[in-house]
């Protein structure tokens, strides 16, 4: 079972920039895709982005051009640059990791805890 660690939330000023990270604990990371999703008060979870394991990207609409997700096989880690943010992208922010890329949340088996992001404006 793969456990996962979100890190890197805390509160910025709209505009600002925050970088999250998503250490996994499993040898096998490299084999996953990762995503990340955000709930924010009141709302349902929505998909943010995801890397697969060859490094193939996808984004939601609403963050294209400001967040970027990449990944660090030799660190077991994943990441979300997140630049540009705005009030609307306050919500906390969770990791997952899957058999492949995956704008749902259906196929991601391990969750991170998630992570605090606060944007004020």
């Known amino acids: 079972q793969v456990q996962l660690v979100e890190s890197g939330g805390g509160l910025v000023q709209a505009g600002g920039s925050l970088k999250l990270s998503c250490a996994a604990s499993a040898r096998a990371f490299h084999n996953y895709a990762v995503g990340w999703f955000r709930q924010a008060p009141g709302k349902e979870r929505e998909f943010v982005a995801a890397i697969s394991a060859f490094h193939g990207t996808t984004y939601a609409d609403s963050v294209v051009g400001r967040f970027t997700v990449s990944r660090d096989n030799a660190k077991n880690t994943g990441y979300l640059q997140m630049n540009s943010l705005k009030s609307e992208d306050t919500a906390v922010y969770y990791c997952?990791?899957?058999?492949?890329?995956?704008?749902?949340?259906?196929?991601?088996?391990?969750w991170g805890q998630g992570t605090q992001v606060t944007v004020s404006s």
């Open positions: 997952a990791t899957g058999p492949s890329l995956d704008r749902t949340s259906r196929t991601y088996a391990a």
